[in-house]
């Protein structure tokens, strides 16, 4: 039931994927084997071991994944569920990139997100697509044992840069404060 090697098609998963992605439950085995006979079920996975997922707003997702694909390396795997778009990420990512977009003062410019990591589960698409185009799917695919899952450095790149692109040109995103329009200004550059 699972897509071959040689065919191409991004929205499928293929056997190599689905061991990937079964390698995070508690047993891979009795996972791969339920997608055998039932590969159009959702499933719940935990995450923190082989992969984090970040939870973004679908539009502002599209915006990350633009940027990534266009401007960046790429995306790992990436699903929609409930008008939401997930993207794995190298675990550990869920815990930094919270701290890294506050830090850099972009927390405020960035939609709502949830990130799950250790301790987290999430439902993750059917590894074959149903007859419901609504329902959770695949966007990016697992289609290997090893997929590249961009970290939280990568993340909050992409996320500025949606962040940027979604703001209107008259709105000036920055990480200073902006300068107090009434403030009287000191020339000391001539002080002994």
């Known amino acids: 039931m699972l897509r071959g090697e040689g065919r191409h098609h991004v929205a499928q998963v ?8 079964a390698s995070a439950g508690v047993y891979p085995r009795s996972m791969l084997a339920h997608w055998e006979t039932c590969p159009s079920a959702p499933v719940v996975l ?3 071991s082989v992969f984090d997922v970040v939870n973004v707003p679908a539009i502002f997702g599209r915006r990350m994944l633009d940027r990534l694909w ?3 390396p ?18 550990g990512s869920a815990r930094r990139l919270p701290s ?11 939609p709502p997100m949830l990130c799950h990591g250790i301790g987290d589960a999430v439902t993750i698409p059917p590894l074959a697509q149903g007859d419901a185009p609504s329902g959770p799917r695949w966007l990016v695919a697992p289609d290997t044992r090893h997929p590249w899952l961009p970290g939280p450095e990568v993340l909050i790149w ?3 840069r949606a962040a940027r692109s979604a703001a209107s040109p008259s709105v000036r995103i920055s990480i200073f404060p902006p300068a107090d329009q009434d403030a009287k200004v000191y020339d000391v550059s001539r002080r002994r």
């Open 14 to 21: 293929t056997a190599p994927g689905a061991r990937w992605l």
């Open 100 to 110: 890294l977009l506050d830090w850099e003062e972009w927390g405020d410019a960035v």
């Open 46 to 48: 935990p995450c923190g």
């Open 158 to 160: 992409a996320c500025v």
């Open 70 to 72: 266009e401007e960046g």
């Open 74 to 91: 790429g995306s790992g795997p990436v699903a929609m569920y409930r008008g939401r778009m997930m993207l794995f990420t190298a675990p």
